[in-house]
């Protein structure tokens, strides 16, 4: 069976900066990644996905993930966070269903 | 494109009182369809899913059900709503697995 651990249910960080948000994932199998973001009150967005080829992977509003497969990692990046980042953060794997973790709460200040 | 709707965005209902929530996707054609409650602080749980009209996969025994009348219509169901039903339900779809699911607006049900 699948799981993923996000290992930090809240991370602060002053606009600017950049933020790292960890993901690890346990598998026997190869599987998909994906990173997704949920703005109050709203659905979640699909952020990035790795399926294959290149370890790192870009996505939208400026985010980009590595891939790792020795450390079974897909941490999420952004060099310079803004206010409007704040928001929750899902990694999720998917063999034949999509497991989500339990999500990062970003939290940009000023 | 495509595009997903769910409807109503909030719900307020009383213990006991039937339940019916409906999500529909415009722009493609044999969709996986999934249904999702998120609690409060919580991360998501996944309770139904359907690969075709009539075929439903229960991930949870609960106090819901799930129908898809339609190729592209899925409803959330409940006779009798229980205190911890409250919740943010969130309808996706997909085509394949490895393109990712993509999320409705989301209904906000408060069981009071």
């Known amino acids: 069976a699948q799981s993923v651990t996000q290992l930090d249910s809240q991370v602060p960080v002053f606009e600017e900066a950049p933020v790292e948000l960890r993901c690890n994932y346990s598998s026997s199998v190869s599987v998909y990644l994906f990173w997704y973001v949920q703005y109050p009150n709203q659905g979640l967005q699909l952020l990035l996905k790795?399926?294959?080829?290149?370890?790192l992977v870009k996505g939208i509003n400026g985010f980009e993930a590595e891939f790792n497969k020795s450390q079974t990692s897909f941490h999420l990046r952004k060099p310079s966070v803004h206010i409007s980042d704040t928001a929750e953060y899902f990694c999720?794997?998917?063999?034949?269903?999509?497991?989500f973790g339990t999500g990062t709460r970003l939290q940009v200040f000023p | 494109s495509q595009t997903i709707h769910q409807w109503p965005a909030t719900l307020v209902q009383p213990v006991g009182s039937p339940l019916s929530l409906e999500c529909t996707v415009e722009?493609?054609?044999?969709?996986?369809l999934y249904w999702y409650r998120q609690a409060a602080g919580r991360g998501l749980q996944l309770l139904f899913y359907s690969v075709g009209i009539g075929q439903i996969s229960s991930e949870v025994p609960q106090n819901l059900s799930a129908s898809r009348p339609q190729d592209r219509q899925f409803i959330l169901s409940s006779k009798k709503l229980l205190l911890s039903d409250s919740g943010f339900y969130l309808c996706?779809?997909?085509?394949?697995?490895?393109?990712?699911?993509?999320f409705g607006p989301g209904t906000r049900l408060t069981v009071t």
């Open positions: 790795y399926l294959s080829g290149s370890t």
């Open positions: 996706a779809w997909s085509v394949m697995n490895a393109a990712g699911q993509y």
């Open positions: 999720a794997v998917s063999v034949d269903k999509l497991i």
């Open positions: 722009g493609t054609s044999n969709p996986n």
